[in-house]
């Protein structure tokens, strides 16, 4: 069993920046991979960003150059770094890990809304 709490999220004006942090409950050794998922209102989940932890990550077109993601492995922690927000950006962002046995594991989410 995994648990992952998240936080950072609120309301940001566009072009602000917030900083997601998900905190696993077990050591980032356990995982694959560590990223972030959202999901707008009306809309299917989708994947922002991914670290597979060998060194390569992953992100959604509509994110890059904005968003970006990184680890603490000592805190066993992923951090999702954005900046220059748009109100598209507006979701519900959940914390998701892949562990190396088999099983996924999310977030309760954070709600993250861009609005002037």
């Known amino acids: 069993q995994v648990h992952l709490v998240e936080s950072g999220g609120g309301l940001v004006q566009p072009g602000g920046s917030l900083r997601l942090s998900c905190a696993a409950s077990?050591?980032?050794?356990?995982?694959?991979?560590m990223g972030w998922y959202r999901q707008a209102p009306g809309k299917q989940r989708e994947l922002v960003a991914l670290?597979?932890?060998?060194?390569?990550?992953n992100y959604a077109d509509s994110v890059k150059g904005r968003f970006t993601i990184s680890r603490d492995n000592a805190e066993n922690t992923v951090y999702l770094q954005m900046n220059s927000l748009k109100p598209e950006d507006t979701a519900v962002y959940y914390c998701?890990?892949?562990?190396?046995?088999?099983?996924?594991?999310w977030g309760q989410g954070t709600q993250v809304t861009v609005s002037s």
């Open positions: 077990r050591s980032i050794s356990s995982f694959n991979a």
């Open positions: 670290d597979t932890m060998t060194g390569r990550t």
């Open positions: 998701y890990v892949d562990t190396v046995w088999g099983l996924d594991y």
